[in-house]
């Protein structure tokens, strides 16, 4: 099967105690509609039940979802987890309140985008899709 062929799979994850989930569900439907397998972990997930979710379900793309300002702990937590997993091929997405200034941050650990609140779910799927396919057709 080629990389066009197959379905990109993507775990949405509410890391933390947040209990806000909507642009979370909005964004997981958007990406089923553009195509994609989509597992929603749901809420309250420790960085470590992602890792393993994302090992278990060989995911393509984790996207969590942060609206609790804890993205800096988070967030890296999440890349050094799929990195022992052996899974450094997964891309790392997070949606959210997250100030400009953390955005830098956040890329330097290794997260592919960084989207805030009016983001067009479009521009998501066109990203994932360029980074996920755009590298395994080199």
Do not use: C, W
Not at 49 to 54: G, L, P
Not at 62 to 68: E, N, P
Not at 88 to 114: C, M, Q, R, T, Y
């Amino acid at each position: 099967m080629s990389a066009s062929e197959r379905k990109i799979r993507v775990l949405i994850a509410k890391p933390g105690l947040d209990g806000h989930d909507r642009g979370a569900k909005v964004v997981a439907r958007a990406l089923r509609d553009a195509g994609m397998e989509v597992i929603y972990t749901g809420l309250r997930q420790t960085p470590e039940m992602i890792a393993e979710a994302a090992l278990q379900e060989d995911v393509d793309v984790v996207g969590l979802s942060i609206l609790s300002g804890a993205h800096m702990a988070l967030a890296p937590r999440v890349l050094e987890l799929l990195k022992a997993n052996g899974q450094e091929h997964v891309k790392v997405f997070i949606g959210g309140i997250i100030p400009d200034e953390d955005v830098p941050g956040l890329k330097a650990v290794g997260v592919s985008g960084v989207y805030g609140p009016g983001t067009l779910t479009d521009q998501i799927v066109a990203d994932i899709r360029q980074i996920v396919l755009g590298e395994e057709a080199a």
